[in-house]
C-alpha cells in the first residue's frame, strides 16, 4: 500500500473524540448481532423519537421543490407559502442548488442578527446591535467553531482554556492544529461553578509550560455539565479575557435548553455590550441541532464575531471560501430558527404547541435523570439545569476505571453512555456523560437499569 | 481587541484561494453600485439558470416533508414517492434531521458502490467491485479532499504533486496544513498532455528540495483545463504512484461532463482494478455539485478508497466524526444522483430529457467558448474536452499581467474571471479560466467582448 499508518500526522493520530469512540463503536457491534441498544451517548433528538417542527419542514419542502407552491399550494399553510417565498427571493432566485457567498446568505445573516438584538433586548441598529457582515454560517457549529479555533492556533505555544468537563470537539480540534489544552476545572462541588481564581490558575499553568493563552472557550449551557451561567459568571469572563488579553469562545447552542427553576441564559454578547467591553474579541456559536428543534442532520449552524479585526474576519472568509460554503438547507433552516411563523398566522398555534411539547419533556427528562440516579448510592449528579446531559460522579470500586464501568455498562444493560474521559474530569473521580433524549417510557427504564448496574458492580468487589 | 492578525499563523495568511479572491470582491462591490457582472469565475450552474433536476428535487421535498407522502401524494409520481420511502426507510426512520454515522448513511454508501461497479463494468460483489465501507460522505467533494489530505501531510516535509494549472483547493490546503507543493506542469502544446518524464521531473525537484513525495493529484476532466485523460494516461499515472510510492489522488467530480468527440471518462477506479495495482492507495472524489446535477448548494460528494489500509480508514473516520456527519440533505442527493428513477417509471422520461438538455447545451457552450476565442487574435484555447472551464493562454502587452488583464476585463465589460495565477501556468505565460456557464444567449456576447477587450487592451499598447 502506498498509504500506510506510520506516515498518517501525530496530531491526527493523538486526536480523541470519545462522543464517538470505542464504546460507542461497540454498540453498533452488539447491534448487528441483534441486541437493542439505547444510544445515550450523543445529543440526536431526532434518532430518539424527537419528532421535526412542521414550520420548518413544509418550508423546506417548497424551497426544495417550488413547483408545490403551485401545484399543491392547499396542502401548505399560507404563512409557510410565504416564508419559501422570502427564502426563495433571499436566494438571489438562484434557489437552494447554487453556491452562497462564503459567509452565507445575506438574508439569513440579516435574520440571525435581527434574532441576537430582539433576544438580549438590544434596539435594532443602535449600539451594540448585531451586525450581520460578523456573522458566518457553518455546516453545524462544530465547523464554525473548528474554523475559529484554526484563526487562533497555529503552534504548540498557542494555548487554549478550555474547561474540565469539556465537549471533545474543543480538545479534538486543538490537537489536530498542533497547539495545546490549557484546562480549568469547573467545580462540581459547586454545581459546576466557574471561579476565577481557578481560571487564574489555568493561565498561570499554561505559562509556566511556555504557552501563551489566546482564548477561553466556556460552554453555557454546558455540555456534559447540565449548568447554566448567571449574569455575573458571564462578566467575571469577560473581565479575566480582557486582562488576560483572551478571545472568547462562547458555546451557547444550548441557549434554549434551560429548565432549572429561576435560571435563565444570558449570552455573553448581550454582556459585553452592556458592560462595554470594547476591547475584548468574542465569536459566539448556535446552532440548529439542538434546542427545541434537534435538527442535527441538516448541519446548520453559525459564530458571530463581536470586535473583531476585519482583516482576521477576512481570513475567516477565506478559510470558508475554500470549501466554497456551507449547506443551503442548514442556512435556511438557521432562518427558520429564528424566523417564527407570524403572530396570528395559520402555523402560529401549532408552532407553539410543537415548541411546548419539546420543551416540557425534555425538562421532565431532566428532572428524572437527576432525581434517579441521585437515588442510586455511590451516583451522585449535580442539578441538570440545562443542555441535554447529565454527568454524574461514580464511585468505583477499586482498580476499575469508567472506560471499563461504561463497557461492561453496555454489555450488560444495552445502554450506550460515555466515559467521563473522554470530556475530562478531576483527578481521582470516575464519571460519564448520558444524555437526557430517551423518550419518557424509555428513560425510566435506562435510570433504573444504571442503578442496578451500578449496586451490583460496586457490592460484587 | 484580544485577537489580532499578527497572531493569526503564517499558514493560513499565507493560503489563497483566487476562484473567490480579490477580483471576485471587486466584482461584488461592481454589483453593489449597480453594475450587471456576469460571473464566470465559478462552476455554479444554478446561479446562471440551469434549473434543478425534477427527481431529485420531488424526493427532497418528500423526505423533508414526509406528510406529503398523505396529503399531496397526487402532486408527485409513483416512483419519486416510492424512492422517498425507501430513503426514509434507510435513515432507520429517524428521519432527515437525525445525524448520520459519520461515514454516512449506509444505504446511500450501498447505492455508490453498485454506481461505481455499474460504470465500471464490473460485476457487483465480484472481484474488484466497491466496498461501502470504503466510501465517505462528505459536505461537497471539497471537504472529502481536504480530509485526504489531512491524512497525508503534516510537515513541510510532505509533499504533493498537483498539476499546473490546478484547481486551487488543493494548493490552499497543502499550505493550511503546512505541507509542500510539488508541481508537475501539463503540456499545454499538447492539449494539457500528462507526460511521464514531467512527472519524474516534479519528484526529483521535490527530493533536491528535501520534500518526500506522498501522493499526486490528478483531475480528470480538467479543472480548469477542460482536458480528459485517455486510459494509457491512467494506466501510466497508476504506474508512476506505484514506482514512487506515491498515493493517487483522483478528481472526478467532472466524469459526467465530457463533450470532446471520441473522448471518454475512463476511472482510476477502473484501471485499478482491471490492471492488477493491489499496492497503490487510490482516493477517488464525487460530487453533485458539478455533472448534469449542478447541485452545488446541497454540498454532497464522496470519497472511495482502494487500497487504504484500514488503520488509516480509521483515522479518516476520526477526523469525520470530530464534526459528527455531513448534511444529510447533500447524503440524499448524491444517493439521487446515482439511483436514476426506474426504467418505464413515470418519472424517466422527464429525468432523460432534462439530463439531455442540460448536457447539449453545455457541449455546445464549451464549443462556444473554444472557438469565439481561438477566433481572437493573441487568445489560444485547447479543446473543451470535459468539465466546465476554458483556461486560454493570452498573449500580453509587455508589463501587463493576468491579474491586470483580468481586473481591467471587469472594470471594462462586467465579466469576472480568474487570473491564470491563481492556478498556476508555465514560467511566462499567461490565461485566465472562463466558465462556460452563463446561458447560450449571454455566452456569445461574453466570447464576443473578451474579444473586443483583449484586440483593444493589445493594440493600444
Request: glycine share 10%; charged share 20%; aromatic share 8%.
Amino acid at each position: 500500500m502506498t498509504v500506510r499508518i506510520e506516515n498518517v500526522g501525530q496530531a491526527v493520530r493523538q486526536t480523541q473524540y470519545a462522543v464517538r469512540g470505542p464504546i460507542v463503536a461497540r454498540a453498533q457491534a452488539l447491534e448487528r448481532q441483534g441486541r437493542e441498544i439505547i444510544y445515550c451517548n450523543i445529543g440526536n433528538p431526532q434518532s430518539l423519537g424527537q419528532r421535526p417542527q412542521t414550520w420548518v419542514r413544509q418550508v423546506l419542502a417548497l424551497v426544495e421543490y417550488p413547483a408545490l407552491l403551485e401545484s399543491a399550494a392547499a396542502a401548505f399553510p399560507a404563512d409557510a407559502v410565504e416564508a419559501a417565498r422570502t427564502v426563495l427571493a433571499g436566494t438571489g432566485g438562484h434557489g437552494v442548488g447554487a453556491y452562497t457567498e462564503s459567509k452565507g446568505l445575506l438574508f439569513v445573516r440579516q435574520a440571525i442578527a435581527r434574532f441576537i438584538d430582539r433576544r438580549d433586548g438590544i434596539p435594532a441598529g443602535g449600539a451594540g446591535a448585531a451586525d450581520p457582515e460578523a456573522i458566518f454560517l457553518s455546516d453545524g457549529a462544530s465547523k464554525a467553531g473548528q474554523g475559529v479555533l484554526h484563526l487562533l492556533v497555529s503552534e504548540q505555544g498557542d494555548g487554549i482554556l478550555i474547561p474540565t468537563p469539556q465537549y471533545p470537539l474543543y480538545s479534538a480540534t486543538i490537537t489536530l492544529l498542533g497547539g495545546s489544552q490549557a484546562p480549568y476545572l469547573l467545580d462540581e462541588a459547586h454545581d459546576w461553578r466557574l471561579d476565577r481564581a481557578e481560571l487564574e490558575r489555568a493561565v498561570a499553568g499554561a505559562k509556566a509550560r511556555r504557552i501563551t493563552p489566546r482564548a477561553i472557550v466556556v460552554i453555557n449551557p454546558g455540555n456534559p455539565t447540565g449548568g447554566v451561567l448567571a449574569e455575573r459568571d458571564v462578566e467575571m469572563v469577560l473581565e479575566f479575557a480582557r486582562d488576560h488579553d483572551l478571545a472568547v469562545l462562547a458555546d451557547e447552542v444550548y441557549q434554549e435548553n434551560v429548565y432549572g427553576q429561576g435560571e435563565r441564559f444570558v449570552s455573553f454578547a448581550s454582556v459585553l455590550g452592556r458592560r462595554g467591553f470594547t476591547d475584548v474579541s468574542l465569536f459566539s456559536f448556535h446552532s440548529v441541532s439542538k434546542g427545541l428543534l434537534g435538527e442535527c442532520g441538516h448541519r446548520g449552524g453559525y459564530v458571530e464575531c463581536r470586535n473583531v479585526p476585519a482583516e482576521v474576519m477576512a481570513e475567516f472568509v477565506k478559510l470558508q471560501s475554500v470549501a466554497l460554503c456551507s449547506n443551503t438547507i442548514g442556512q435556511i433552516v438557521t432562518w427558520l430558527m429564528v424566523t417564527p411563523p407570524p403572530v396570528g398566522g395559520p402555523s402560529r398555534a401549532r408552532w407553539e404547541a410543537e415548541r411546548r411539547e419539546v420543551f416540557e419533556t425534555l425538562a421532565r427528562r431532566a428532572r428524572m435523570v437527576e432525581e434517579g440516579l441521585n437515588a442510586v448510592p455511590g451516583i451522585r449528579c449535580n442539578r441538570v439545569a440545562g443542555a441535554m446531559y447529565a454527568f454524574p460522579q461514580v464511585t468505583l470500586p477499586e482498580g476499575m476505571t469508567d472506560d471499563q464501568y461504561c463497557l461492561q455498562l453496555l454489555e450488560e444493560t444495552g445502554i450506550c453512555v460515555v466515559p467521563g474521559t473522554g470530556f475530562g474530569q478531576a483527578p481521582g473521580t470516575w464519571h460519564f456523560r448520558t444524555t437526557i433524549l430517551p423518550p419518557i417510557d424509555k428513560i425510566e427504564a435506562v435510570v433504573k437499569r444504571i442503578g442496578e448496574f451500578h449496586r451490583k458492580v460496586t457490592a460484587g468487589r
